[in-house]
């Protein structure tokens, strides 16, 4: 079993703030996704990175896979109340694994 | 263009019950996902088609758990009987690949029917 555990599993911050959360494994896998999931919807996708090392931005949201293909980040400047949601990352090796998920809270 | 749809969106049954979950993918694609999300938790793969075949149902519940997809298009998921652990949203997403691939194609997901085992 490839587990993808991720790190915080729940944080609460303040509009504006910085975070960054984590998403592990023991396991290399040959793509890694983000997902962004809101209460009472399914996940929507918010990159995929595919080659060890690389880097993604979408808007204030950095991506990174990390150089052995077995850990990613996401890195969030100027948190705002719209970034709350349920983070989760997706592995792809010989299975598609999710992760624990990161529930993240953007306080006002 | 429509999205992948579900039905129902909610669902209380008592333990012991069956139930069964439909859902239809966006037209056109060829890959269709189930997944079993407990609170709190990541979602996790029941079964994956591509058109009518089963791809991967490692971690389906035979026992209790079948899915079919006959004509390659929409999907039905069951539970017969249903246990006080089976309380969780199930998703179902598809993709557009016809073949599988080295990274993960984009899923799109339906909002879930939300199941609660009494």
């Known amino acids: 079993t490839q587990l993808l555990e991720q790190s915080p599993q729940f944080l609460s911050i303040q509009e504006g703030e910085n975070l960054t959360v984590y998403c592990n494994s023991s396991s290399v896998f040959s793509s890694l996704q983000w997902y962004r999931q809101e209460p009472g919807e399914g996940p929507v996708l918010l990159v995929t990175?595919?080659?060890?090392?690389e880097v993604k931005k979408l808007k204030r949201l950095t991506f990174q896979f990390g150089d052995a293909r077995k850990d990613s980040s996401l890195h969030i400047t100027a948190a705002q109340p719209g970034d709350t949601g349920l983070y989760l990352c997706?592995?792809?090796?010989?299975?598609?694994?999710f992760g624990t998920g990161t529930s993240l809270t953007v306080i006002p | 263009e429509a999205g992948v749809a579900q039905s129902p969106r909610y669902k209380i049954i008592e333990k012991r019950q069956s139930v069964a979950f439909w859902c239809n993918p966006i037209s056109g694609h060829a890959t269709l996902y189930w997944y079993q999300q407990i609170l709190g938790q990541g979602p996790k793969l029941l079964i994956q088609?591509?058109?009518?075949?089963?791809?991967?149902d490692s971690q389906l519940p035979k026992d209790r758990f079948s899915a079919e997809r006959l004509k390659g298009v929409d999907s039905t998921l069951k539970i017969q009987p249903a246990k006080l652990e089976d309380s969780a949203v199930y998703l179902c997403a598809s993709s557009l690949s016809k073949r599988r691939t080295l990274y993960q194609e984009t899923q799109y997901f339906g909002p879930g029917t939300r199941l609660l085992v009494l």
């Open positions: 088609f591509q058109n009518n075949g089963v791809v991967d």
């Open positions: 990175v595919v080659t060890g090392g």
């Open positions: 997706a592995g792809n090796g010989n299975q598609f694994y």
